[in-house]
């Protein structure tokens, strides 16, 4: 299978939002934004800057029709601030002008005049103050207060978990314009189409036809735009409704990096208990999740936390509970695993915590407490089962120490220590294990549309946002299936909103399988309809012993006169409708959130990864020499994009365990505001090997051609970079513990190195 982006992309001819031809007469936007972290708008005036060269219109929230409220799950939220600020970047006004270099220069004459109030940047702190977001969530499982009985060792701890910059290519924007009768055309880079298109309506006092919204392809998003690509849409499409012409937002890196959301820093408090033998019996843990400013997803990124909170062992004695943590940051957000790296992390800091202090290798403990087939969840669901596959939590374990031969790597680790007095090396291990579905129930659907044409090529739109993750290759690939056709005859058009309809967000890894299941029934009842008639037309009885084979029509294995182009053809003169519309919706799943319990997840995803690191004892830098996984992708349908997926998130997982810190001031200004301060991952910082088993696995029948959801999970391997790198330094300094705090930047190494025992 071919990447169908491929030309378009290297010849840098594929369009995104800021390529999109413009209007005559078009509007740029600039957002004028809040400077300060917390306080209330005394003042606004934009006089000067309305009179400014080539602006046409200032906007404010006075200006908005309909509810000045972008709030996805809870209405918190305001479009344009009116009163309070709560975030620097928080958006103030909108200057619409000729140019952007003219709407730039007018923003910078509007004149704003605050009283200051008290900020809070820390999640702790947040919570001392009882400023929350919502009401916190606790999962429980087993009796946990009678469990500590039980327990030889009970350690207790603290681990901390910064943020992470979703930093995708194209940075947020949008592209609207007035069409007849009163509607909008929004062109916007969001996963989201149906929550931009609901969300102008409510913005604008619209019905919900009267907005079109079109998302042709997204250079990256992580998570980033889910929801926080809403905001620009929203103003571009306020603008076009005031002033009745085009207008464009596109916002340059550092008013982006500052304006939005990112992943959640977490603080948690850990207690673990084991056995003797290295049972883990019990487990409690709290998070105070750093929600920023409003709620937008914060609530079900604490969800996911409690969802993966025992990442891929099985502990038959749990409390956990979150707290969202309301600050003055800009509003945190989905991000590649969506609170459930954070959850994962601490599972694993409080397994080191244990390791660490029983002078045990912490993989003991892991491959110990394994989840096996009928195990637990503290939300209800047993691992394994007929719809979800088998667990392979054990089975890629195992296949690590076999293939990877980890106890001659761990000799050969201990080897070089033993000698090598500048250098460290450290292995760590790290299980994942991750849900498949969104964690709202009614989420979990998708619509598509296939139309033949009547040459006999096929137009596809589905639900699902093409973001570079390849979902349109593999849609294409469920299309040329469901159709016995070429490939090349298939078009995936634009996610768009008028030919699928309320869509959830491209989110969740679920994308493939939603919006795939749907085109697989398009496609099914296509053929089906096909069949019949091209069993009438051969003067045959029975429908059912027809099949379509490369482009053929074949009767009980024989090949007849009918090519697929001849019988759409045909087809289309005896007025057969050659267009479907499917809808899926994932059955199964249920929860009950009042219980806290129920079978929320389609399936999970396993896999383990073997990670080796080399710390500069003298420096406090590191590489990292090796990630080797076994992952089980069930039956990949495109290994090509799967591993492309593998590797990309492998070492977002890392950047963010070990060399991304975004970092605010405790006036909340976002000093790591550039790719000066924020450092990501570049090809020097890849592991230098990078080896992916593809476990053979059965997959599971809710997963789109039995190919596993491959989006978010394996940024959770990432996790063991961390604790490789601590294991380096542990080699250096025996016996040392320091505090689990992500990610572990060179300083903090030397910190290490360097502390008082
Ligand atoms: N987005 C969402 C997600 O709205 N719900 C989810 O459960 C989810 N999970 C992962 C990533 N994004
Ligand atoms: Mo996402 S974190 O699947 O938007």
Known sequence: MKNIDLKSHVRGESIYVDDIPVRERTLYGTVFDSSIAHGIIKNLDVTDAAQSDG???????????GDNQIGMILPDEPLLAAREVQYIGQPIALVLAATEAFARAAAKKIQVEFEALPVIADAREAYNQKQLIDSPRTFYLGDIGAAWNQCDHIFEGRADIGGQEHLYIETQGAYAYPTENGGIKIFTASQSPTVIQKTA?????????????????????????????????????????????????????????????KRHPYSADFKIGLTGDYKIIAYQVSFYQNSGAFADLSTSVMERTLFHVTNSYFIPHVKATVYCCRTHLPPNTAFRGFGGPQGMFVMEAAIARAAEALAV????????????????????????????????????WHEVQTRYHIVALREEVAAFNAHDRQYKKGLALMPICFGISFTKIHMNQAGALVHIYQDGSVGVSVAAV???????????????????????????????????ANTSPTAASSGADLSGKALEKACLALGTRLKKFAAKKLGLENPAIIEFKDERVYNKGKQTRLSWEQLVRDAYHDRVSLSEHAHYATPIIHFDSKKEKGIPFAYHVYGT????????????????????????????????????????????????????EVVYDPQGRLLSNALSTYKVPDIYAAPKELIVHFFQSEGS????????????????????????????IRAAKPGITFPFCAPITPEKVLLALYAEK
């Open 55 to 65: 602006v046409a219109a200032i906007l404010t929230a006075v200006d908005i029709p």
């Open 466 to 500: 093409e973001m570079g993750q390849g979902v349109n290759i593999k849609m294409v690939q469920v299309a040329a299936r469901g159709l016995a056709v070429s490939p090349d005859r298939i078009k995936m058009e634009t996610t768009n909103t008028t030919r699928v």
């Open 201 to 261: 309506a409510q913005v604008l006092g619209l019905p919900m036809h009267k907005i079109e919204v079109d998302v042709g392809r997204l250079g990256g998003a992580f998570g980033g735009k889910e929801t926080q690509a809403t905001a620009w849409a929203m103003l571009a499409a306020l603008g076009a409704y005031r002033k009745q012409r085009a207008v464009k937002i596109v916002l340059h890196r550092q008013d982006d990096m500052r304006m939005t959301g």
């Open 361 to 396: 290798d912490a993989a003991v403990i892991q491959q110990k407490n394994l989840l096996q087939d009928g195990d637990e969840f503290p939300y209800g669901q047993k691992a394994g089962g007929e719809n979800a596959g088998r667990c392979h939590a054990q089975n890629c």
């Open 609 to 660: 990864a073997a990670i080796v690191a080399t710390v500069d004892r003298l420096r406090g830098t590191y590489e990292i020499d090796a990630v080797k996984v076994v992952h089980d992708f069930g039956q990949s349908m495109d290994p090509i994009v799967d591993r492309g997926q593998m590797e990309g998130g492998i070492v977002q997982g890392i950047g963010w365990m070990t060399m991304e």
């Open 701 to 728: 029948p809710l997963a789109i051609l039995r190919s596993k959801a491959i989006g978010e999970p394996p940024l959770m391997y990432g996790i063991g970079a961390y604790f490789a790198v601590r294991n380096a």
